[in-house]
């Protein structure tokens, strides 16, 4: 009885240390977020969501390879490899035929030509393997236009005209799908990011702008703003792209298109931020701000514009995928930009094509980069939007 009662007293006394553990780690836990900073708290509640953490990270990847196409793409985007048209995604393996572990390689791909549809039949040689390397050397090319160099990040040690790899395949000239994408997702993402950061600037300035002051400027920015969303969006930007010239070089075609996209999406940002401004422009903040001696700009800029970043955040997130498909439509039906430019919208112009689609399905890869882009910006702008907010529950 004496043993029973003593065990009953240990566990009591070690129930009591666990509680008073968690009650520690609770007051610790507690006192962090009292003393938490702003953007410490948005960080926190960021990371609260899944999705939108797993979204920043596929977005983060996007823009790195954009950053370093050349180095991440095994070809030159213009490299034909004459052999291996329409040539489909090679598979890699680690098991060879004869169940032997290697490193990732590819079988020796040989062709064929059907003798009745006379179209190129593709086959493996399981008698001939090529491993695949890392930081390999490959076509010469300048990163950023300022450093010359030979490395890739992967490639086959076999010289080019024997055999080369083909990720996602090749288009109907035998040039590597893998690799155009990667130089298209340069335009393609950054005409989504410059432009929506263009509209972001001028919706806040007109928008603050037409909010605190009010009367006759109010009056005419919102009549500016009601003629151009009385014209339909699609017929809009499809006049103003036909009209830029079609003999226009490549980078002065790319600000036209992200010109024109900005021209058209900073209308509605400008209604949000006119209401909001509307609303607080007496409210006890902006009128010490006044009192202060501060200037109207830094007033709109400093103090009222920040108090409602959240959505500025979630705006700006949120308006690169509508960008990014704009520039993927218009290129997709020619309006846009034009070979030989490398866009995912230009890309896709070969969908455009019945034969190649039912003959090499994998030519509508760019499409799913596009709705993996559009995704990931989506659910990346929930999360930022959440947390911008951290008081919120």
């Known amino acids: 009885m004496a043993a029973l009662k003593r065990s009953w007293i240990e566990r009591s006394e070690e129930e009591s240390r666990e509680r008073d553990t968690h009650l520690d780690t609770d007051i610790v836990e507690d006192e962090k977020i009292y003393v938490a900073s702003y953007s410490q708290l948005m960080w926190w509640r960021f990371l609260k969501h899944r999705m939108a953490a797993l ?16 180095f991440v793409a095994p070809y030159d985007p213009e490299q034909s490899f004459v052999k291996y048209k329409f040539v489909p995604p090679m598979k890699i393996r680690i098991i ?59 490639g086959l040690d076999v010289p080019h005209e024997e055999q080369g790899i083909f990720l996602i395949g090749a288009d109907r000239l035998g040039r590597d799908l893998f690799s155009r994408l990667c130089y298209g997702a340069r335009i393609s993402l950054t005409i989504g990011l410059v432009s929506v950061v263009i509209s972001l600037v001028i919706g806040i300035l007109l928008g603050g702008v037409s909010g605190f002051y009010g009367g006759s400027i109010d009056n005419t920015i919102q009549r500016l703003i009601e003629f151009i969303r009385s014209i339909p969006e699609i017929p809009l930007i499809m006049a103003l792209a036909a009209a830029l010239p079609a003999d226009w070089p490549v980078v002065r075609l790319y600000f036209g298109v992200t010109i024109l996209l900005s021209f058209v999406g900073w209308t509605g940002l400008a209604r949000v931020v ?24 830094r007033i709109i800029l400093r103090h009222m514009a920040p108090s409602f970043l959240s959505h500025i955040i979630a705006s700006l997130t949120l308006a690169i995928p509508g960008i990014i498909l704009s520039e993927t ?30 003959l090499a399905p994998w030519v509508l890869t760019p499409g799913l980069a596009v709705v993996l882009a559009v995704l990931a910006f989506n659910f990346l702008g929930d999360g930022i939007r959440d947390a911008a907010d951290p008081y919120a529950r």
């Open 55 to 70: 979204a920043g990270v596929l977005v983060i990847i996007l823009y790195l390879i954009a950053a370093f196409a050349e």
């Open 96 to 154: 060879d035929a004869e169940g032997r572990l290697h490193r990732p390689f590819v079988y020796k791909i040989i062709r064929e030509r059907d003798p009745e549809t006379l179209r190129n039949i593709y086959t493996e040689d399981t008698t001939t393997i090529h491993p695949i390397r890392f930081f390999v050397r490959g076509t010469e090319y300048e990163l950023w236009s300022q450093f010359p160099t030979t490395w890739h990040l992967y």
């Open 274 to 297: 006119r209401g909001r401004f509307l609303s607080m422009r007496e409210e006890d903040f902006v009128m010490a701000a006044r009192f202060s001696g501060s200037g109207e700009m």
């Open 329 to 358: 439509g218009l290129s997709f039906i020619g309006l846009g930009l034009r070979a030989p430019a490398i866009s995912w919208g230009v890309l896709l112009q070969e969908a455009q094509n019945l034969r190649s689609v039912a």
